[in-house]
């Protein structure tokens, strides 16, 4: 091995400029970096030559090689992390937001990236590019964003302990935001309280002029963050700087009245947004008052939720379609079924599969699943992945299958104008095949 071929961080970040950095061979175009990472399950160093063939400019690697566009490293994914350390301390952002929590991490960075783009340049980690590699390589691929940007809001995720607490040190970030702590992912953790301090670690690099913006109504969080000297600020339904008062739907827009530091506002958003989305978007609001913006509300009614299969609502041939599938977790339900209880309609269905994730309390947290799920007039279970059987244990069921198809044909035959079909599952399960296949029933009149 020669040492031209060994890479640092200035030499790495030259060769980078302007390329898309990539960790599966599968998904390299012509003039793409290719990173080897060893992951728990393959070794990325087995697929250089894959992602050569395909385009690869060159590949960084910790083998050592004879091939030319291989360079070497001894630990490829600490020179990308200390690469977007580098970048981070040389861009001159004026203020960093982090912004974490089991449900509506997306949301709630899309509402915000829309409220502060009226007020200067923003920057957000692109789609869910949230995790100790995924953001290093947002920073190294937005860099010249990053460099003269206002506002960059990263979006945390955490599979294991001590996810977040890496990125709030490489982050360090001014506003920290933790949107609530519910079950999502909590197989991955040994109890509840190591969940409950893995999310509130985003607090800890905040200094005396930073803000930390969470949940009012969650005692838990409230006493784990009560000895920070920062500002605090909070949002909730019950408690907080801003509550959400009220919400109702009228032709297709959502109107929500809340309060903001004593004074009454109305904003009215487009689309139909459940109770969850609506907290995302006082957790948003709060954000932007904290940074200044005197009324954020001048631009909120042009915000349009920008993603599929969470909470989309359809009307097709009279039925109402609601897909929320892009996740599942229990808050997530509980949250929807608040909100279908607003919506009208003659009867009430639940197509529902697994909530992955969830180790040892998987039991558990179906057979709660199946007591919320009681709120509906029927329920059909997809059971592609088996762990939602339990929702047996504690609900009545009308219909189950493994199979898209028999699913969409038993809606076809029992579904009727007028009526509302909620479909949920964790992304995993890929429930979304049943909703094509009874739309195309439905379309095509079948
Ligand atoms: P994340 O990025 O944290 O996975 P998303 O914004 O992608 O969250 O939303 C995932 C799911 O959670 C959707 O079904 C959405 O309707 C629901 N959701 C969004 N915000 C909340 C919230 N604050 N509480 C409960 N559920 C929520």
């Known amino acids: 091995m020669s040492s031209s071929k060994q890479l640092d961080v200035k030499r790495f970040l030259k060769l980078t400029d302007g390329r898309k950095i990539r960790i599966d061979s599968r998904v390299v175009k012509i003039g793409d970096v290719f990173i080897a990472l060893k992951g728990t399950r393959v070794d990325g160093n087995d697929f250089i030559d894959d992602a050569l063939k395909r385009g690869a400019i060159f590949g960084v690697s910790n083998r050592s090689s004879d091939n030319p566009a291989v360079f070497f490293h001894p630990d490829p994914k600490k020179l990308l992390i200390e690469t977007a350390a580098f970048i981070l301390k040389h861009s001159k952002i004026k203020h960093k937001i982090a912004i974490t929590g089991s449900n509506g991490k997306t949301t709630t960075k899309e509402i915000l990236a829309s409220i502060l783009s009226d007020?200067?340049?923003v920057f957000k980690t692109p789609g869910n590019l949230n995790t100790e590699i995924g953001i290093p390589i947002a920073v190294l691929e937005n860099r010249s964003q990053l460099a003269e940007c206002d506002y960059a809001i990263f979006e945390f995720g955490t599979s294991k302990k001590g996810d977040i607490s890496f990125l709030t040190d490489l982050i360090n970030p001014d506003i920290a935001v933790l949107l609530n702590v519910g079950t999502a992912h909590r197989g991955n953790f040994n109890d509840e309280t190591e969940l409950l301090q893995e999310k509130c670690s985003i607090f800890e690099t905040l200094q005396k002029d930073s803000t930390a913006i969470t949940n009012g109504d969650d005692k838990r969080i409230r006493s784990m963050i009560s000895e920070l000297s920062c500002k605090k600020l909070f949002f909730g339904q019950r408690n907080g700087d801003l509550k959400i008062m009220k919400f109702d739907y009228s032709k297709n827009n959502t109107f929500v009245a809340f309060k903001a530091f004593g004074e009454m506002k109305m904003a009215k958003l487009k689309g139909i947004w459940n109770s969850g989305q609506l907290l995302d978007f006082g957790a948003a609001y709060l954000t932007a008052l904290s940074l200044k913006i005197e009324e954020p509300l001048l631009n909120i009614n042009r915000i349009i939720l920008p993603f599929n299969n969470r909470f989309s609502v359809e009307n097709i041939a009279g039925i109402i379609l609601i897909n929320d599938c892009y996740n599942s977790s229990l808050e997530s339900v509980e949250s929807a079924i608040k909100s279908i209880a607003k919506l009208k309609k003659e009867r009430t269905f639940a197509v529902v599969g697994s909530i992955l994730e969830q180790g040892k309390y998987s039991k558990k947290t179906h057979e709660e699943l199946g007591r919320l799920l009681n709120f509906f007039d029927h329920i059909v279970l997809y059971t592609k992945d088996t762990q939602v059987e339990a929702v047996q244990n504690t609900a009545?069921?009308?219909?189950?299958?493994?199979?898209?198809?028999?699913?969409?044909?038993?809606?076809?035959?029992?579904?009727?104008?007028?009526?509302?079909?909620?479909?949920?599952?964790?992304?995993g399960v890929a429930l979304e095949e049943a909703i094509l296949s009874f739309r195309r029933r439905l379309q095509s009149g079948e």
């Open 119 to 121: 007020y200067g340049k």
């Open 396 to 427: 009545n069921i009308d219909f189950k299958s493994s199979n898209p198809e028999e699913v969409a044909e038993w809606l076809k035959k029992n579904c009727r104008y007028g009526d509302l079909v909620y479909f949920k599952a964790s992304r």
